[in-house]
């Protein structure tokens, strides 16, 4: 697959297999965000993956007990509404159980933290694809990246003090067997064309 292809057919995969890719596949993903341009070329993004499905658990149950405690607003995104309304029955896990998470992290009070993690998470994303992998950007951790107990465990798995959650990538192979693909329709962002 050449790399228009594999960027315009990308699609989020989110129900995915118990079983985890091969290492080398993982690696050439991890190594794809890492050859993502970043700011004056700094490598500041930070990659921490997660296969170790206590720990997936633990993540999943911290997110599900942060959201909770929060209360709905009606001018709230619509996506974080639906993970407090899912939290408070109990049953929401935000990483659909996928065998892999890729917890993105960057330095906080730079500049391109938010901008040099999403070139890297697209990286990955295209990349997934092109290896066959179904992959999906995950955000709940960068929505809590401020709670407590979200650092402290963090910080048990290699996030530095400095650090704050910018994303998160699902990572597997998808329930079909390859990654959810399909050629976008016009979605209908606006282009302005001038001659
Ligand atoms: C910044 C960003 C945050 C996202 N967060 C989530 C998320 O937390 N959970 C999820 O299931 N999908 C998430 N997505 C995936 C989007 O829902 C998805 O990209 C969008 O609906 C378009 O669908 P496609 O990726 O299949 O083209 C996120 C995507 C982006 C770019």
New binding site residues.
Partial sequence: MDALQAILT???T?KMKDEMPPADLIEQVIEAGRAAPSGSDLPLTHFIVISNRKILADLARIAREEFAKMEEAPDMYG?LRRAIRASKTGDYV?H?NAPLLIVVANKKNMANAMADS?CA?ENM?IAANALDLGA?????LHWLTDKKAVQDYLHGLGMEKDEFVT??LILGYGADGGP?R?E?KPKGNPVNWVE
Avoid: K, P, T
Avoid at 136 to 140: K, R, S, V, Y
């Fill in positions: 990308r699609r989020s989110r996506a935000f659909y999403s998470l994303m999906c950007w995950i955000n709940q994303g998160g959810v399909g976008r």
